[in-house]
């Protein structure tokens, strides 16, 4: 069975031979970051799948981050690369859901917070706990918390 990590090593090798500058770029600095990340704290590890699925979202979401700076500061040529590279990298990535999917699993856990007890600010944080780990991967937090307020405002 061949890690997340070796299928990335594997494909930046095909990408470098393909002379695929921009995909070769974006996994040699998804490679650094998990490699950081092995590093970092008391002794070297190695990442499970999750954990450099982890890296790779974070590595993604700074892509679309950028892009929006860019896109702000009139760049767009710079974005456009951003925008590229986190396509990259969200082929690595679970499905993202849809509004909709994302919508029905917060309206679920709505209800099972209320049902719970949970009520006002703190119903918010009762929703987060049932929702994150449905949807673990497949939506941005910010969307997800976006997502929360609006049902439990409705």
């Given amino acids: 069975m061949t890690t997340l990590k070796a299928k990335l090593q ?3 090798t095909a990408a470098i031979k393909g002379r695929d500058e921009l995909r070769s770029a974006t996994l040699r600095m998804t490679l650094a970051a998990i490699t950081k990340e092995e590093v970092a704290g008391k002794e070297a590890r190695t990442l499970s799948d999750d954990e450099v699925q982890k890296v ?7 892509r679309r981050e950028a892009a929006e700076a860019f ?3 009139g760049r767009a040529e710079s974005a456009a690369r951003e925008l590229a590279e986190g396509e990259v990298l969200d082929a690595y990535l679970p499905q993202q859901l849809s509004d909709e ?3 029905s699993v917060v309206t679920q856990a709505v209800g099972e917070a209320k049902a719970a007890g949970a009520e006002g600010p703190r119903a918010i944080g009762a929703v987060m706990k049932i929702v994150n780990p ?12 976006a ?8």
């Fill in 101 to 103: 999917e994302l919508a």
């Fill in 147 to 154: 997502a929360v307020k609006k049902a439990l405002a409705g």
């Fill in 10 to 12: 594997d494909d930046l």
């Fill in 71 to 73: 896109e702000k500061g």
């Fill in 134 to 145: 449905k949807v673990a991967g497949r939506a941005e937090g910010g969307r997800v918390a």
């Fill in 56 to 62: 790779i979202a974070r590595e993604a979401k700074k």
